[in-house]
């Protein structure tokens, strides 16, 4: 099944205090990279959510997003750090008997030290949160995998009739070189007979002449192989895989015979052919960087 490379997915799952959120997204890419944001208590969950995604999507640069938010009840409050506290109070004391101070240590400077008040975040119980979250990023790739497989439909259906385009062409072509070789055949007389009225030419020059010649304008085993890399192309988009990389080599390939046509047939119909088929595999290129 083909699949597009660009999709989107968010996915909500509920806490007894509140929510996570799961949004995934992804982009072209050459390979497959995983970008994660986690709130600071999902830290320790960072490589689980990548072996997941990864185990669904193999290409593209993929960035997920995760979010806890707090419900009205929610026990997110004041924390302390009572041995911070107590070491800034202990530092502060010992600074003003040496000084001789007569100020005392207040609570308000203690509290404006940095890390010594901060903000709980209430989380269910330690064993049902990694559960919660794994079934929201699942979901949400669920959701991104599914706008990747209607995207990739489209592409599908785009490819089929590009590649059908493909096959009118190479036809016009394979139906012009027949007559190609025949006016290269005719040039080759011309040129044999020429070279007849010079009595220093050998038996082997000619026929070294001949081959040359014909050699230069037959495209039969271009053609054979054009049609061959089509046949791949065609089965390869039937694959229910992962299908971009095949996809594109064997443009590459299919491109290489079509330059290879180009520079052997001599002739300004089959030329215009050549153009005409470039610019079709450079359109099927462009959608074939979008699947992945």
């Not at 190479?170 to 025949?182: F, K, N």
Request: aromatic letters at 4%.
């Amino acid at each position: 099944m083909i699949k597009s490379m660009t999709g989107y997915g968010k996915a909500e799952v509920d806490l007894p205090t509140g929510r996570i959120i799961v949004e995934i997204r992804s982009v072209n890419h050459r390979y497959g990279e995983i970008f994660v944001k986690l709130p600071r208590m999902f830290l320790p969950f960072e490589n689980d959510i990548k072996k997941a995604v990864s185990q669904r999507l193999k290409r593209g640069k993929i960035e997920v997003f995760v979010q806890r938010e707090e419900s009205a009840g929610g026990t997110a409050g004041p924390a302390v750090n009572l041995p911070l506290a107590r070491s800034y109070y202990r530092a502060f004391s010992s600074i003003r008997e040496a000084l001789g101070l007569a100020e005392e240590v207040s609570l308000a400077l203690i509290a404006a030290q940095k890390d010594v008040m901060g903000v709980s975040e209430s989380v269910a119980a330690p064993e049902s949160v990694p559960e919660e979250l794994m079934t929201a990023v699942q979901r949400a790739t669920d959701s991104l995998d599914a706008m990747r497989s209607r995207e990739g439909e489209t592409l599908l259906d785009d490819l089929r009739k590009r590649r059908s385009l493909l096959s009118v062409i190479i036809d016009r072509v394979a139906e012009r070189s027949p007559l190609v070789v025949a006016e290269f055949a005719a040039r080759i007389k011309e040129r044999v007979a020429q070279l007849a009225l010079d009595s220093t030419v050998t038996d082997e020059r000619l026929a070294q002449e001949v081959a040359i010649m014909a050699d230069r304008c037959d495209i039969t085993e271009e053609l054979v192989r054009f049609n061959s890399h089509l046949q791949q192309f065609d089965e390869t988009l039937a694959l229910n895989e992962p299908v971009g990389r095949k996809l594109d080599f064997l443009l590459q390939e299919i491109n290489r015979e079509v330059n290879t046509i180009g520079s052997k047939a001599n002739d300004a119909e089959i030329a215009l052919c050549v153009v005409e088929l470039k610019a079709e595999l450079e359109r099927i290129r462009e959608q074939v960087q979008n699947i992945e």
